[in-house]
């Protein structure tokens, strides 16, 4: 096991460099190691740590940080990572918006669904999905491959015009199946942060940085990125004429309405000139 749990902490994606855990002696690397493989790897940052679940495991062993604050692991998780400190202190898991299963003692589960008709395809929420679930392309309909979606949550915030919903899912896991699924998730964000890394290192890719693990990963690799601020800028006024839009071709195609119908020419007129 412990040459497994050695190879898992190297060849890492460099945003985890400062971590520096090949620096740490053994038995630290190990019991990170051991945390880390039992976490939930939804990446979605609930404990504090934006960039994952590993960060948190390596505060928990050498920051001292509390080991109840994975919120979709609950109670079991909180559990597990006590028995791997062998710490006598009981902690409650933190507290969760969804409630407690009784059946796993873990939060309900969650799975997000994009609103097809409402999507505007402005793309912002691809970048914020931490396991690549989200498939689409400018201006065009996007959609969620449900099952890989985690349920992180970190797509709805970007989605500017709210389309994108979550529902509750019921399912029943071994332990064996919830590792895998684990080991999985952990490998899917380590390969979607190495694409990020390799997009951000293209110099000819002048789309600006989107989510917080982009900047941060843009920081660690100390590369210069040409941000146009005016591309940004453009990117939200198309988004919002989109949805302006969508809303008058509905209104319209219930009743004609020759003032919308000017209102809704002219927006176009405006789209097609960003
Ligand atoms: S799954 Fe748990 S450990 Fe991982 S980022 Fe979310 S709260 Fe943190
Ligand atoms: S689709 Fe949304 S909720 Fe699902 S994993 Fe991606 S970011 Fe998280
Ligand atoms: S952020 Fe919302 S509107 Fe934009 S592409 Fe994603 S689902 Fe569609």
Same mark, same amino acid.
């Given at each position: 096991m412990s040459s497994t749990i050695h190879d898992r902490l190297s060849s890492l994606p460099i945003l985890f460099d400062t971590l520096a855990l090949n620096e740490l002696p053994f038995d630290v690397q190990t019991q990170i190691a051991q945390i880390d493989a039992c976490l939930p790897q939804t990446q979605c940052g609930l404990c504090n740590h934006p960039d994952g679940c590993l960060p948190y495991a390596?505060?928990?062993?050498?920051?001292?940080?509390?080991?109840?604050?994975?919120?979709?692991?609950?109670?079991?998780?909180?559990? +597990?990572?006590?028995?791997?400190l062998a710490s006598k202190e009981h902690l409650i898991a933190a507290a969760s918006k969804w409630t407690i299963e009784t059946r796993t003692q873990r939060p309900q589960e969650v799975r997000a669904v994009i609103r097809e008709d409402d999507c505007i395809g402005c793309t912002k929420c691809i970048p914020a999905c931490p396991v690549d679930a989200i498939v689409g392309t400018g201006k065009h309909m996007h959609t969620i491959f449900t099952d890989l979606c985690t349920g992180c949550e970190l797509c709805i915030a970007p989605c500017p015009v709210d389309c994108i919903d979550l529902v509750t899912i019921e399912r029943e896991l071994s332990i064996?199946?919830?590792?895998?699924? !684990?080991?999985?998730?952990? !490998?899917?964000?380590?390969?979607?942060?190495?694409?990020?890394?390799? !997009?951000?290192?293209?110099?000819?890719? *002048?789309?600006?940085?989107?989510?917080?693990?982009?900047? +941060?990963?843009?920081?660690?690799?100390n590369q210069t990125l040409d941000i146009s601020e005016q591309q940004a800028k453009d990117t939200?006024?198309?988004?919002?004429?989109? *949805?302006?839009? +969508?809303?008058?071709?509905?209104?319209? *195609?219930?009743?004609?309405?020759?003032?919308?119908?000017?209102?809704?020419?002219?927006?176009?007129?405006?789209?097609?000139q960003i």
């Open positions: 390596a505060a928990i062993v050498t920051n001292n940080e509390p080991h109840n604050k994975c919120v979709p692991g609950g109670q079991p998780v909180t559990d +597990k990572i006590a028995a791997i064996y199946e919830r590792e895998q699924e !684990q080991d999985d998730l952990r !490998q899917r964000y380590y390969t979607h942060l190495e694409r990020v890394t390799k !997009q951000l290192a293209d110099t000819s890719n *002048s789309r600006p940085v989107v989510s917080m693990v982009e900047a +941060k990963l843009n920081n660690v690799a939200i006024a198309a988004a919002k004429l989109r *949805s302006k839009i +969508k809303k008058l071709e509905k209104q319209l *195609s219930v009743r004609a309405n020759p003032a919308k119908q000017a209102e809704l020419n002219a927006l176009n007129i405006e789209l097609s």
